[in-house]
Every structure is written in C-alpha cells, then in structure tokens.
C-alpha cells in the first residue's frame, strides 16, 4: 500500500512538474511593456527630430537590416535619414495619442499619428499627417524597432 501510495505521488509530482511554463502575461506585465515601447517610440521620435544620429541608429534593430522599407540594410537607414535632415528643417511636429498591443513579452505593436511641418532647402513647406506603426523586439534587454511603416499625406490636398 505504501509503495502504491509513493507511486501516486511521484506521478502526480512529474504530472505537475512538466508541464509547460505558462507564457501568459498579466495585466501588469502588459501594462510594464506597453509602457517601455511608448517611451522607445517617444524617444525614438524625439531623437529623429532633433537629428541625433546616434541615438536615432541605436534604436534600430541590426537583425531587420533596416526596419523602413526605404533602405536595404542599416548603413543605407544611416545615408538615407543624414540626406532628409540635409533637405528638410523641421518648423513643428505633434505625436498623437499611441496605442500599443502586446505581443509577447518581448513584442509589441505601436500604432500612432503625427502631423509635421517641415521646409526644404529651397523654403518649400510642406505639411504632412503620417500614420506610424512601430514593432519593437526586445533584444539583450533592449527595446529595439524590428519593422515600421509610414503612410504619409499632404495636409490640404
């Protein structure tokens, strides 16, 4: 009987202990990275705008090559952005409200608006309302931006 009564145990115990760890994220642990990728989506905006190269590169994911679909790998992302910020001054931006959907613990969807104003090298200004979506990837402990895309429209037209 104690033998049987030993061996019920052990199965229960090895039932329970391999099973899967469970990947469900709490409403807390959502809340945490839906913060963390708004502030990476705010500075990664901010840094764009004030034309830190540096810090506009560091956000960019290596693995993608280039998130923008402008670009074939990081360096062309790098030639690519020194020659808009060469062309175009920036007047004004607003970022509208983001919204943010957790993937995973290491994914998230960025989703937001901004309204910019900007004017070329000629004194061309040019009003634009874009539409942005962001997929950060969390690598080595870092948000990263892995893909974006931009629909972008002439305000006026």
Known sequence: MRRLALAALSLAFLATACQPATTEL????KAQIAAAVMEASAAYT???????????????????????????????????????????????????EMKVMVLGPDAAVVDFTEMQVQVDTAGVRRETANELA?????EAGQWKLLVAKQHSQPVGT
Not at 26 to 29: A, D, G, L, N
Request: charged fraction near 25%; hydrophobic fraction near 40%; charge should be negative.
């Open 46 to 96: 901010a840094v764009h705008h004030a034309e830190d190269l540096d810090g506009y590169m560091s956000y960019n994911s290596d693995w993608a090559k280039s998130p923008w679909g402008c670009c074939a790998t990081i360096d062309d992302l790098r030639s690519f952005i020194l020659a808009q910020w060469d062309r175009w001054d920036w007047e004004s931006w607003e970022t509208g």
């Open 134 to 138: 962001f997929l950060w990837v969390r």
């Open 26 to 29: 709490t409403e807390e642990q």
